[in-house]
């Protein structure tokens, strides 16, 4: 027998991935210029020149044994060094490279994060609407998620609600800001009220909460006045996992990392669970090739002015049709308030139009969709008298 419990995950894709796969059937059958897939965040934007130069120098002039070699478990001590190099000058920070373990991609990092520091039984707070993977992770590292709805209007978090969720059972919350799937960035006063609202539950049940913040999405915002907290400069128990797939427009390179700040408490002993975690999943060595890209082009990324473009033109198109937009901050995706109750059905009748959306029943927020404007803009331009009809369809 194989375990059921793997075999359900492995038998039953995610709705996005269904959705894709829909996608891909839809434009074999009526072409791909007839369908407006909206439904993963895959970057359409191509990855900067620095990456194309770096890779042609590195296979040029880089003896190929150490190019393509193994690096140290966590990764290159050089490569290390320069994320903490760019970190300490963006955020004011003193890290070196020893709070870094580099890894394949955010997944890694927060698969290895949340077995760093599980223990059974525990809880990890997932605040709605999140990325569905995160449910996943955390039953696999032998923990319980317990979902705490974000506010409506602006996807902020609903302090109220997240006090009463807090408990003895509490070990850590996943943030994730700029967000998949609303595109909203936590303020600095959320970020502030947050930290308190942790330290006063660390104080009261005499134990470590940890927040695991998410941060694939860090450089995508789109504009001056958007400020991204970094959050260990709030909270200090804070643990990072970032990824490079969504600034340099590389998902399917698999490289990011997990930081562990020294304010973390007894931060070099959850550094090693890191290690030990990464060694237990077979997280080590992350690709070697793509670490080496990290050091020529971190802080770069690809030209996200096209997001932009492809936000304003939906949020102005799709409230001018009667739909419920919140202008997102960042990320590339909007989070739409369906125009019936059941969003799956309304994601359904939206296929009539080759419109493929995702329900928000994914991201543990019903009643609305997501829309990845990762796309070109010749395809959102040409979908728009598709949004159009749908929404005279519930007038």
């Known amino acids: 027998m194989v375990s059921q419990k793997m075999y359900k995950l492995g038998s039953q894709r995610s709705e996005i991935r269904e959705l894709f796969e829909y996608g891909l059937k839809r434009k074999a059958e009526i072409g791909a210029e007839n369908v407006f897939d909206f439904s993963l965040g895959n970057p359409s934007v191509p990855a900067p020149e620095c990456v ?3 890779l042609a120098d590195l296979v040029e002039n880089t003896d190929p044994v150490a190019l393509h070699g193994y690096t140290s478990a966590q990764g ?10 760019y970190i300490n000058k963006t955020f004011g920070t003193n890290y070196t490279g020893d709070n870094f373990y580099m890894t394949v991609g955010a997944a890694a990092s927060l698969t290895i994060s949340l077995c760093a520091i599980s223990e059974e039984g525990e809880e990890v707070i997932v605040l709605a609407p999140f990325f569905p993977e995160y449910s996943v992770f955390i039953d696999q590292a032998g923990m319980k998620s317990v979902i705490v709805k974000c506010r409506e209007e602006d996807f902020q978090i609903d302090f ?20 998949n799937p609303s595109g909203a960035v936590f303020s600095e006063d959320t970020i502030k009220e947050l930290a308190l609202v942790l330290e006063d539950a660390q104080e009261k049940f005499g134990k470590d909460i940890y927040i695991i913040a998410d941060e694939p999405y860090r450089e995508l915002v789109y504009s001056p006045e958007t400020v991204v907290p970094f959050i260990p400069n709030y909270y200090a128990n804070t643990i990072v996992g970032y990824s490079f797939s969504k600034s340099l427009s590389l998902p399917g390179e698999r490289i990011g990392y997990v930081l562990v700040p020294d304010s973390v408490n007894n931060w070099q002993d959850v550094y090693y669970a890191v290690c030990g975690a990464g060694r237990a999943l077979g997280f080590v060595c992350a690709p070697s090739l793509f670490q080496k890209i990290v050091p020529k082009c971190i802080g770069k990324t690809s030209d996200i002015s096209i997001y932009k473009k492809n936000r304003d033109i939906l949020c102005d198109a799709l409230s001018e049709y009667g739909y419920r937009v919140v202008q997102p901050d960042g990320a590339f995706y909007l989070f739409v308030k369906a125009m019936e109750e059941d969003s799956r059905a309304f994601c359904e009748k939206a296929k009539k139009y080759e419109l493929l959306l995702v329900p928000g029943d994914s991201f543990g927020y019903p009643g609305y969709i997501r829309i990845s404007y990762c796309v070109s803009t010749e395809m959102i331009e040409k979908s728009l008298p598709s949004f159009k009809k749908l929404s005279e369809e519930y007038k």
Request: proline fraction near 6%.
């Open 52 to 54: 194309k130069d770096a």
């Open 76 to 85: 290159a001590p050089d490569v290390r060094k320069s994320c903490a190099d």
């Open 160 to 179: 109220d609600a997240l006090k009463s969720a807090i408990n003895e059972k509490t070990k850590a919350i996943i943030i994730n800001s700029p967000n």
